[in-house]
């Protein structure tokens, strides 16, 4: 595949070259620590960050997405559905 930006600095964070589709889980980290956190359906997600810090990021469905490294989504807690890691 031809890249017609490849010699050039990332125009802005929001731009992706990777996406996957996850299920939110108590038990399991995630496979890789994305940049953004895509929410198909809106809600609640209940992140441990990368300091191992557990929170829940309240969202008021004004808002798709959240920048946020998490290492882990856990079920419980969660409302927020159709999730896709992108970095």
Known sequence: MIDPFE????????TFDN???????????LSVAPSLIWLGTPGDVRITAQNGETVTL?????????LARAK????????????????
Do not use: C, E, M
């Open 58 to 66: 309240k969202n008021p469905n004004l808002l798709p997405f959240l």
């Open 19 to 29: 996406a996957l589709a996850i299920t939110p889980d108590n038990d399991n980290d």
């Open 72 to 87: 882990r989504i856990h079920a419980t807690g969660t409302t927020a559905s159709d999730i896709v890691l992108l970095w």
């Open 7 to 14: 010699q050039y600095a990332r125009p802005h964070p929001g």
